[in-house]
């Protein structure tokens, strides 16, 4: 059974680099532009795993993951941040709003298929 990642990205290009690592991995991909765009796609989809970045319009990283916690079909997801760079303080709401790891961008495309291999849910 193929498993669905959602990445969600204001930047086309990196999900597009991050939708070819995966595909090329046999991952199934949800892309969305921001968290409004992301909470309008999950629309009670399964998925096992969601990598977000934290810097987006409209709704940013962490407002979105405290988003995806309220829904119950999505309670215990398991979320991934994939950013440019954060500070303490963000890293911390972050792991408060339910964040289960992070990685920063640039990424390594092996490093970032072991977390997902590691953090996406059955």
């Not at 990283?61 to 309220?70: E, H, S």
């Not at 911390?92 to 298929?113: I, N, S």
């Amino acid at each position: 059974m193929t498993k669905t990642i959602m990445i969600v990205d204001d930047s086309a290009s990196m999900r597009h680099v991050v939708d070819i690592a995966l595909r090329g991995a046999g991952y199934e991909v949800i892309e969305a532009c921001d968290g409004n765009d992301a909470l309008s796609k999950l629309n009670g989809r399964k998925v096992n795993l969601i990598i977000s970045d934290v810097n987006m319009p409209n709704m940013d990283g962490i407002t979105f993951v405290k988003a995806v916690r309220n829904l119950p079909e999505h309670k215990f997801a398991s979320i991934i941040m994939l950013t440019a760079g954060f500070l303490k303080s963000t890293r911390e709401q972050a792991r408060e709003a339910g964040v289960r790891a992070w990685m920063v961008k640039p990424f390594d495309k092996f490093q970032l298929l072991d977390m997902v291999s590691r953090f996406a849910l059955p």
